[in-house]
């Protein structure tokens, strides 16, 4: 069975750190490009980030951008989400979902995740003070 299993998040204060784990079980993550994605209460899911599956291409939503990294480790078969200085908007259950689109080379989220086939179970990040 293709799973996709999360692990990290909890409460953090603002300007903290955290880090999300995607591993992959019942299938080799290395030829996939994988995306990050979060939902806020009462907002509509969104995209965060991706990966391609060689990991020299990566995507951030504006955001999140020089604050979040994702990495990826093919040996282990798991995605990275290290989140650094969270502020409070960033509070949001996380998922990791695959595989997402390559459009000219460059990993693509779409629109609230739509039309992704395997996603992790979700895990939440509480930002406050």
């Known amino acids: 069975q293709l799973q996709l299993v999360q692990s990290g998040g909890g409460l953090v204060q603002p300007g903290g750190s955290l880090r999300l784990s995607c591993a992959a079980s019942?299938?080799?993550?290395?030829?996939?490009?994988i995306g990050w994605f979060r939902q806020a209460p009462g907002k509509e899911r969104e995209g965060v980030s991706c990966i391609d599956s060689s990991g020299d291409s990566t995507n951030y939503a504006n955001s999140v951008m020089d604050r979040f990294t994702i990495s990826r480790d093919n040996a282990k078969n798991t995605i990275y989400l290290q989140m650094n200085n969270l502020k409070l908007e960033d509070t949001a259950v996380y998922f990791c979902?695959?595989?997402?689109?390559?459009?000219?080379?460059?990993?693509?989220?779409?629109?609230?995740?739509?039309?992704?086939?395997?996603w992790g179970q979700g895990t939440q990040v509480t930002v406050a003070s």
């Open positions: 979902a695959a595989p997402v689109p390559i459009v000219q080379h460059m990993c693509i989220l779409p629109r609230g995740g739509g039309g992704l086939p395997y």
């Open positions: 019942g299938f080799s993550l290395g030829t996939y490009a």
